[in-house]
């Protein structure tokens, strides 16, 4: 069965401290990733997605980026954090459809 | 103007009771709609996809109507374990590949 790993869980970063989020999935070849975003009081945002190793497709403009170096590996990043990064981070996955969630990272910028 | 709409709510409903949530999409071209359930501070899970003939599993039934894009979940025999908030959620391409709208959800509190 697939299952989806993301962290760490928690993190709390100073403002202008670099962020790198991990995301791997196993049990399925080339899944289609993505990284969404739920702020307080606001609803899940997709920042970006990826169907193929190196491909990415970015959603908002922001101050984050997203690679993906394997195919079953994405990773979210920021070189300078800001306080409206912080937020519930959640990686997904999907093959022909349905996503499945990982467990979330809850950011907060301090 | 809001790509997904739905009633935060929350919705207070005794136990036993039937509850119905609607939704609204703006985009037209919306292919694949979907009810995900949310508990406090966890990961959003699939509860089912919406077909265009409507579907039940179990106590859940969903329905969608293309005309008036809009999508609703109907719950019967509510459980207390039914508490949490409900996500309605479409997607422009049949696949999903380009990722999912998500509405703000609709939160459900079941009374015993």
């Known amino acids: 069965s697939q299952t989806i790993h993301q962290w760490p869980a928690t993190l709390v970063q100073p403002v202008g401290s670099p962020l790198s989020l991990e995301c791997t999935v196993e049990?399925?070849?080339?899944?289609?990733l993505y990284w969404y975003r739920q702020a307080a009081g606001r609803g899940l945002q997709l920042l970006f997605y990826?169907?193929?190793?190196?491909?990415i497709s970015s959603e908002v403009p922001q101050n984050l980026s997203a690679s993906r170096p394997q195919d079953r590996q994405f990773i979210l990043s920021s070189k300078k954090l800001l306080l409206s990064d912080s937020g519930f981070y959640l990686c997904?996955?999907?093959?022909?459809?349905?996503?499945?969630f990982g467990a979330g990272t809850r950011l907060s910028v301090l | 103007r809001k790509e997904v709409e739905q009633d935060p709510g929350p919705f207070n409903v005794p136990e036993g009771a039937t509850v119905a949530f609607n939704c609204t999409y703006s985009n037209s071209a919306s292919q694949s709609f979907f009810w995900y359930r949310q508990d406090c501070r966890k990961e959003p899970k699939l509860l089912m996809s919406?077909?265009?003939s409507g579907n039940e599993d179990g106590r859940f039934t969903a329905q969608l109507n293309r005309a008036s894009q809009y999508i609703s979940l109907l719950i019967r025999d509510s459980k207390l374990s039914d508490s949490a908030t409900y996500l309605c959620?479409?997607?422009?391409?049949?696949?999903?590949?380009?990722?999912?709208?998500f509405g703000k959800g609709t939160h459900l509190i079941i009374q015993p």
């Open positions: 990826s169907v193929g190793i190196g491909q």
């Open positions: 959620v479409v997607a422009t391409s049949g696949g999903g590949a380009d990722g999912l709208t």
């Open positions: 919406v077909y265009s």
């Open positions: 997904a996955w999907s093959v022909q459809g349905d996503e499945y």
């Open positions: 049990g399925t070849s080339n899944p289609n």
